[in-house]
């Protein structure tokens, strides 16, 4: 049997013994998540498609054909909306912080609805992982000046980061409400809830490592400290939306990605996130696995069992994410390691992704070269 979604303070039932039985399909099950009633457990992963060509990163009428291509979806969760100029990390990614954005949003979401689907905008902010290129020449700004040693999609192509500018206590403020904004255009723009990009090497994580945070104030030094700015932000939305439609996407795991490194603090740091996200009740955590070699460092326990360890630590809705099939969702359903998977690439060139899983129609190969490049090819 599939693990039922567990009541607020308990913890899921875990089947780790239990062989699912030949030919069940747990992902294609229903769900209830924050009152949305969910056809199947099947979500649309947040993936940056950069198809715009409006120059004031305004989703265009492709982006709106694109979401209701993919509306059999359970959840629909845009790829990382900016919440505002400064939050820019790429030349043709998509923001919600005026008023063309919103109205944009709109003809998104309304033709989304249109077609039966539910969707969710993911909020973001790249922090140091942008450059002067796409900042009208200011440097980047990030908890310290910290280089996060990646690339970043400029105008002129992949770019090395700079050393970025360190925020201080009044310019996180306005960040924080920057987001809290954000929601509120999310909101208005007809979105059915909001996903908080805290994954991957963004400002979130760059909070969250202190690999990266050598702030010594209360954004920083301490586990606690690091991870104030994460809920200061949730509380910003939930002063807008219900906690009940807001979702958090982590990945604890990250690892050996230009600066990001795992320290003996990484794990303690996510598992009071965790911990503290029992009290703050999100719609759900998105939670993505390991994707790349973590032996011999402070994570090596968590190599396959990224969900298996968490699971535990979080009494409400998990969302597995991170290079999973048909068959790995099924079985990460059925043994309770997740009430729902999320899936990327097998998106972009199979939008009717779920009638393929239901009727076991092989998958159509997706085209890399076409990714990033604007316009529907791909």
């Known amino acids: 049997m599939i693990s039922s979604k567990p009541l607020a303070g308990e913890a899921p039932t875990l089947r780790t013994t239990e062989d699912r039985p030949s030919g069940s399909h747990p992902v294609l099950g229903t769900f209830e998540l924050g009152g949305l009633k969910l056809p199947n457990r099947v979500v649309m992963s947040a993936m940056a498609r950069a198809q715009t060509t409006s120059s004031n990163h305004a989703p265009i009428p492709l982006d709106a054909e694109y979401y209701a291509q993919r509306a059999s979806a359970g959840l629909i969760i845009t790829g990382g909306i900016y919440i505002s100029p400064q939050a820019t990390g790429a030349p043709n990614d998509l923001g919600i912080y005026n008023e063309e954005h919103v109205n944009g949003w709109r003809y998104v979401t309304d033709t989304v609805h249109a077609k039966g689907g539910r ?5 973001g902010h790249s922090g140091g992982v942008s450059h002067p290129d796409l900042q009208g020449g200011n440097l980047p700004v990030a908890p310290s000046a910290v280089n996060p040693g990646s690339k970043v999609f400029t105008p002129s192509g992949f770019t090395d980061t700079v050393t970025p500018r360190e925020l201080t206590r009044g310019e996180i403020r306005d960040i924080i409400e920057d987001y809290r904004h954000a929601a509120e255009n999310a909101k208005d723009a007809g979105f059915d809830g909001v996903e908080l990009h805290g994954a991957n090497i963004y ?5 969250l490592s202190d690999a990266l945070n050598h702030r010594t104030d209360e954004y920083g030094g301490s586990l606690e400290g690091r991870t104030r700015f994460l809920f200061e932000v949730l509380d910003a939305i939930a002063s807008v939306w219900n906690r009940g439609r807001i979702g958090v996407k982590l990945s604890p795991s990250l690892h050996g990605v230009g600066a990001f490194h795992a320290t003996e603090n990484l794990l303690p740091t996510y598992e009071l996130v965790f911990h503290r ?8 955590i998105h939670l993505a696995r390991t994707i790349n070699d973590v032996s011999g460092i402070p994570l090596a326990s968590l190599r396959y069992r990224v969900l298996q360890h968490f699971r535990p630590r979080f009494s409400g809705t998990m969302i597995g994410n991170g290079g999973f099939d048909l068959d790995a969702a099924n079985d990460a359903i059925w043994h309770g390691d997740a009430d729902l998977v999320s899936f990327a690439k097998p998106f972009i060139s199979n939008p009717d992704l779920v009638d393929r899983f239901a009727r076991g129609r092989e998958l159509t190969p997706i085209d890399p070269k076409s990714h990033y490049q604007c316009g529907a090819l791909g």
């Open 203 to 207: 400002l979130i994580p760059q909070f």
């Open 277 to 284: 996200l029992n009290d703050f009740r999100p719609a759900y």
């Open 119 to 123: 969707i969710f905008a993911q909020l």
